[in-house]
């Protein structure tokens, strides 16, 4: 779950960053055709998705776990990034 919910978060941003700026673009539908690609991705159908969302959502003690090892990820994620670009460190 947590691998879903971390890939869903980074189409949001990716979405906030490049496409919501154009107003014309129908943020519900574009977020809604993102999630379907993730869940896709991951062999995950909206139900099934929406159930263990709900299950976690009632555990927030685990939810808790989830997100924290999400955001450990997702800084590792930025680390490899800007290692890999060319005269920059990260300490």
């Known amino acids: 779950m947590g691998r879903i919910l971390f890939e869903i978060g980074m189409a949001e941003g990716h979405m906030e960053t490049y496409y919501f700026s154009d107003s014309s673009r129908n943020r519900d539908s574009l977020l809604k055709t993102e999630l379907e690609k993730v869940l896709t991705i991951h062999k995950v159908s909206q139900p099934e998705f929406t159930r263990s969302y709900a299950f976690y959502q009632s555990r927030p ?4 776990e989830v997100v924290d090892s999400m955001q450990v990820h997702a800084q590792r994620n930025q680390q490899k990034i800007f290692l890999k670009r060319p005269g920059l460190k990260v300490e």
């Open 61 to 64: 003690h685990i939810l808790k």
